[in-house]
């Protein structure tokens, strides 16, 4: 059965599994090394709460928050509002993004793909692929493992199946832990990867 998010979201059980209430520590590294051109467009694709792109709005990117869940772009809203900043959020599913071509300089997934069959995932690629401009790049982090069946884990071999070469640079596939202030679950054995685009 496919997760509800606008009732994860409306109920709160996300705070029990996924919430993260600062800044991940790989986006601010990003930030910090000047991975993120200046002036960039940054699409937080499947952001959820919105703490990732609240902090990079705080830096002075424009950032576009993408989700499913109008709930989700809600609390967006509300994190920005707080912050000070202007976020863009978007409703609408990673695999037909409601957005431009070639209209983001980079790109932030922590737990979209993971959340997606492969066929989707393909399709999530090829949006990618289309809303990139050349050179833009891709963190993507997700589960290394599928957690009883909750995950389609991130691999090298899934990564070079989902995003063709023609398209995509993409580096090494390395494992982390991914930290939130999630109540049942707040590290997570995952893997990390940057692409880039073609």
Same mark, same amino acid.
């Given at each position: ?35 993120? @051109? @200046?002036? =960039? ?16 709005? &705080? ?5 576009? &928050? ?5 709930? =989700? ?45 492969? &066929? ?33 884990? $991130? ?8 995003? @063709?070469?023609?398209?995509?640079? $993409?580096?090494?596939?390395? @494992? ?13 054995? =995952? ?8």
């Amino acid at each position: 059965m496919a997760l509800d998010w606008d009732e994860a979201y409306r109920t709160g059980e996300y705070r029990k599994h996924w919430d993260y209430g600062q800044a991940s520590q790989e986006v601010a590294a990003c930030a910090a090394l000047g991975v993120f @051109p @200046p002036g =960039a467009v940054i699409l937080d694709a499947g952001c959820g709460s919105g703490s990732d792109a609240v902090y990079l709005a &705080a830096l002075g990117f424009r950032v576009k &928050a993408l989700d499913v869940s109008g709930t =989700a772009l809600a609390l967006v809203r509300e994190k920005a509002s707080r912050a000070g900043v202007t976020v863009e959020t978007v409703e609408g599913s990673a695999t037909k993004m409601p957005l431009a071509d070639r209209s983001v300089d980079f790109a932030l997934d922590r737990g979209l793909l993971h959340n997606l069959p492969d &066929a989707e995932g393909s399709a999530y690629a090829g949006e990618l692929a289309r809303v990139l401009r050349p050179g833009g790049g891709i963190l993507l982090r997700g589960a290394r493992s599928s957690y009883g069946g909750h995950f389609h884990p $991130i691999t090298a071999e899934r990564i070079r199946a989902t995003f @063709p070469e023609r398209s995509f640079a $993409i580096g090494p596939v390395v @494992p982390i832990t991914l930290l939130s202030d999630a109540e049942q679950d707040p590290t997570l054995d =995952a893997a990390m990867v940057a692409l880039r685009r073609k």
